[in-house]
């Protein structure tokens, strides 16, 4: 009884701490595009040019978060998550004294280094550190913590800037990853590398070996995919709901928070389905089918206005609920040893989706055509149920070679 309740705390740490990690990266996703209102007139520029530096962004972190899983592989988890936290409270720093547009884009580039990290670290500490019972759970708190991220930035940032201008919102953004890195050097030692894994790495087929794995590459196209969709509703479902439904900004608006709220109550949910549950990859292609499905309807408009805020939610749970599940699947089709390479690769297509996704569907709106941005949601989540069974069909070959070679 006593093995088990030290278990379940020390899972429960390691699952807290990089969570705060993970929604500390999410929060700095927003840390320019909340702040436009201010930067726009101050620096004089357009959103063409503001919009370019969160494609410088999510670039540098896409690049770097391919390379950060060799990193991780080689040195550890735990301190290249240490060095992305300390990353980006440099980049809030350089972007609160920024002078120049130059100033700005340094400080984005900064930024998208210190997020790069992330992903392959963060799996990586879950994957060796967390039991394998508790590991579907693990997943689910790390998507929420992502949603609450995202959701705290602009709250926090606007407040402050409304207030006390736009540099001293940075400064105070600054001390976000000063305090959880304090936090994360405190108890690092739960969050000390598996020695075992770690001499692991590159056993099967040598440091490129995992590329070879069509896996690998389905798995880059289903974040690809999908977040291409989340883009186009970060950026434009607001905006789109009000065309096609005539409905209030402010209903528009509680109508993408409905679909964040339901999101991450499908991650909860999907926690415990995830760890009920060893096909995952069906799990993912049944929440996106239906979410796909919700999506063309959302498009048509041709309801009743008070549908736009049922469905958003019901499409924000459908997602979410397949967040455990995808986050396992590509568990399962990472080698051994290879986990922070394999993830750094994979998630790598988040960013490039949320840098390809605004700038798509922003000239969808700008032809009119608010509905087709519903539609390309669907379109893009039904493609990324064709990766997802992929996925699984070659993971399960592949371990089923194994298992006869062993045999």
């Not at 998208?112 to 394998?132: E, I, K, M, W």
């Not at 579907?136 to 407040?159: E, K, Q």
């Not at 309807?297 to 599940?325: D, E, F, K, T």
């Not at 519903?374 to 149920?385: D, H, P, R």
Request: net charge positive.
């Amino acid at each position: 009884m006593d093995t088990e309740n030290n278990s379940f705390k020390r899972d429960a740490r390691v699952i807290c701490l990089v969570g705060l990690a993970h929604g500390t990266s999410h929060f700095y996703h927003l840390i320019l595009a909340a702040l436009i209102p201010w930067l726009k007139p101050a620096f004089g520029l357009s959103y063409t040019e503001l919009g370019l530096l969160m494609t410088v962004f999510f670039v540098v972190s896409g690049v770097g978060q391919a390379l950060a899983g060799f990193v991780v592989d080689r040195f550890g988890a735990r301190a290249v998550l240490f060095s992305g936290i300390a990353m980006l409270g440099v980049s809030a720093l350089v972007l609160s004294g920024a002078a120049s547009y130059a100033g700005l884009a340094l400080g984005a580039l900064l930024a998208g280094c210190g997020n790069a990290v992330f992903h392959p670290a963060d799996y990586t500490l879950l994957n060796q550190r967390v039991s394998r019972e508790r590991l579907a759970h693990g997943f689910s708190v790390h998507g929420i913590s992502g949603n609450i991220g995202w959701a705290a930035a602009p709250i926090f940032l606007t407040t402050i800037a409304a207030a006390q201008g736009w540099r001293a919102a940075l400064l105070w953004a600054a001390a976000l990853p000063v305090a959880v890195l304090a936090l994360l050097v405190l108890n690092r030692g739960v969050l000390y590398p598996d020695a075992r894994l770690h001499q692991a790495a590159g056993a099967q087929g040598g440091t490129l070996g995992f590329l070879k794995l069509r896996a690998v590459w389905l798995c880059f196209g289903f974040f690809l995919l999908t977040a291409v969709a989340l883009g186009a509703i970060q950026s434009f479902a607001t905006i789109s709901l009000e065309a096609l439904y005539g409905i209030s900004h402010a209903l528009a608006t509680s109508s993408y928070t409905a679909y964040m709220l339901a999101s991450a109550l499908g991650m909860v949910a999907g926690g415990f389905l995830g760890a009920r549950s060893k096909q995952h990859d069906r799990t993912v292609a049944l929440a996106f089918a239906l979410a796909a499905l919700l999506a063309l309807v959302l498009a048509a408009g041709a309801g009743p206005s008070w549908m736009a805020l049922p469905l958003m939610g019901l499409i924000g749970l459908c997602s979410g609920v397949a967040g455990p599940s995808r986050d396992l699947m590509i568990r399962a089709a990472a080698p051994q040893g290879a986990t922070g390479r394999v993830y750094g690769v994979v998630y790598s297509g988040l960013d490039s989706g949320l840098a390809i996704g605004p700038l798509l569907f922003g000239l969808v709106m700008d032809a009119g055509r608010p509905g087709w941005v519903f539609a390309g949601v669907a379109l893009f989540q039904a493609l990324a149920i064709a990766t997802a069974v992929g996925v699984g069909g070659s993971t399960r070959a592949r371990q089923d070679g194994i298992k006869g070679q062993a045999a």
